[in-house]
């Protein structure tokens, strides 16, 4: 086993023949960022290239001084002859990289885009607002933190406001950075940090919806500045952006006739989002909607491969109602939740990755939630073990009323989860008279129970006394001290009839080190 000193002295007398070998490489400048954000970027001049630039494929390895990461990205086309390559730190360090531009896959030979060689310092991120790429632990959603990429478990609620914020791009210029504040401010009130965009067409034209909007067969630069101006300014307020690629066929809001499913246009365009957007955390995708009337499983397999293999930092896929083996999320559709025993049923169907309820239960469409509804269905999500869903206001008919009336309700479940939902918790409803998580040594212990005025919580294998405390629900987020509860048989009086939830035990900083 090499030590520390002699591992960096290896390292350090690679970076400089990897600089030596590339001759005129050692003019890209080396660069300090701070993990998760901001993202470091490179631009390179390519005046020789022929054919359509945006085929050009050119690659950059970046390696971690310790030997235990790389990280291979793409190059891509931002015009006027010029081709860019982005990073974001994963852990803490020097990086050092290498471009290669006449490899396999390179469809052109680019000398000016191969054998550049450079530098980067990876430092600590000082915001604790910053959050990595959100990934999954089983079946738990979760965030990437701190300097070593710790797991932090999370639940994943996505917000949309189809009154006020309209999530296309054939609306209202995204590129204001006003407009995207405002939509995280009338998410964050409910306590959403997740919102949502809706790409479609626009992917290749701004602005247009449907393939017969447009005649380009090439990734437009104008969207993704917006996707990535919009992607950055909600993950530096620590909110999540869920990107929808494209919607149905019967609105010509997919890439059928633009080369097809996965036809070269496509491929050009999966290659340019893994290459552009691929280093940036704070995103995660789904194919769109209505897929059975226009996807085959084949077709969002393929989609799923070909971006997973191009994007050197992983971000989770799926496809509303599909859950094939190349999907990292098992997705729901037009399907009827009857309660918390159905959510348990349908988490028990797939162990092995997070589960999303993606119909869209929002107010005025067909869901049915009144607010008791919708707040009692968070907590059923959440208490299940953590199954992720859509939530906001779906305009109908000219109905000015407010999302939701009740916005303390839904925050006081946020604040509530914030700390409290670790990736060891599981279910176990033996030990409470309502429905109960706990941690596998009984030192951390959720319960939950609905128009209780008692709650019964057997601590009897618990290994040490624990505090307690206790939240309505109903109202805005307070907690109600219950003391120190010993080992053993407890039933806690509330002080009223209500919908209620007692944590037992202290939270706070349970992470779990990262499976790079």
């Known amino acids: 086993m090499f030590s520390p000193a002699l591992r960096r002295a290896v390292f350090g007398a690679c970076a400089l023949l990897l600089t030596a070998a590339a001759g005129r490489g050692a003019d890209l400048r080396e660069q300090t960022v701070t993990m998760w954000a901001p993202f470091a970027e490179w631009s390179l001049k390519n005046p020789t290239v022929t054919g359509n630039p945006f085929d050009v494929v050119a690659k950059v390895t970046f390696t971690h001084e310790s030997g235990k990461e790389t990280r291979t990205t793409e190059m891509f086309y931002a015009g006027d002859a010029t081709w860019t390559f982005r990073f974001t730190g994963t852990r803490v360090g020097k990086w050092v990289f290498r471009t290669q531009a006449n490899g396999a896959g390179s469809t052109t030979r680019d000398p000016n885009l191969h ?13 604790p ?30 917000y949309m406001n189809g009154k006020d914020f309209h999530a296309r791009f054939d609306g209202p210029d995204w590129s204001d950075p006003a407009r995207i504040d405002a939509y995280i401010a009338d998410a964050a009130q409910y ?39 919009f992607i950055t300014r909600a993950h530096a307020r620590g909110v999540h952006t869920q990107v929808w690629a494209w919607g149905d066929e019967a609105r010509k809001w997919t890439p059928i006739g633009v080369g097809g499913k996965n036809g070269v246009p496509d ?30 499983e084949d077709d969002l397999k393929a989609w799923a491969e070909h971006l997973h293999a191009r994007m050197g930092w992983r971000h989770l896929l799926w496809g509303r109602g599909r859950s094939n083996s190349a999907l990292d999320v098992k997705s729901y559709s037009s399907h009827e939740v009857r309660g918390y ?42 208490m299940a073990g953590g199954v992720g869903c859509w939530w906001g206001f779906y305009d109908r008919g000219g109905n000015q009323a407010p999302p939701y009336a009740n916005p303390e309700e839904l925050k006081t479940h946020a604040a509530f989860w914030t700390t409290r939902f670790t990736l060891d918790l599981q279910r176990d409803n033996r030990i409470t008279d309502g429905r109960a998580l706990r941690s596998p040594d009984f030192s951390r212990i959720i319960v939950y129970r609905e128009g209780a005025e008692r709650i019964t919580m057997d601590l009897s294998k618990a290994a040490r006394p624990q505090p307690a405390f206790a939240v309505d629900t109903t109202k805005a987020y307070r907690e109600i001290n219950i003391g120190t509860l010993k080992p053993g048989k407890h039933t806690w009086k509330a002080p009223r009839r209500s919908d209620w939830a007692v944590a037992v035990g202290r939270f706070q900083d349970r992470v779990r080190r990262s499976q790079r």
């Open 191 to 229: 306590g959403f940090c997740t919102v949502f965009l809706h790409v479609n067409n626009s992917w290749f034209k701004y602005g247009t919806n449907g393939w017969n909007e447009h005649s380009s067969e090439n990734p437009d630069p104008r969207t993704f500045e917006v996707i990535e101006d």
């Open 341 to 382: 025993e159905q959510i348990v049923e349908d988490l028990a169907s797939d162990p092995s990755r997070p589960h999303l309820y993606e119909e869209r239960h929002t107010r005025n469409r067909n869901s049915g939630l009144d607010p008791e509804g919708t707040r009692r269905f968070l907590w059923d999500l959440a």
């Open 267 to 296: 491929r050009r365009l999966q290659r340019y989002i893994a290459a552009r957007l691929g280093p940036l955390p704070g995103w995660t995708m789904g194919y769109g909607f209505d897929l059975q009337e226009w996807t085959s």
């Open 129 to 158: 607002r910053i959050k990595g790429f959100l990934t999954a632990s089983g079946q738990k959603f979760a965030r990437q933190i701190g300097e070593h990429g710790a797991l932090k478990g999370c639940l994943f609620n996505v």
């Open 115 to 127: 054998g550049r060689t450079g530098a980067i310092s990876v430092q600590p991120n000082p915001d």
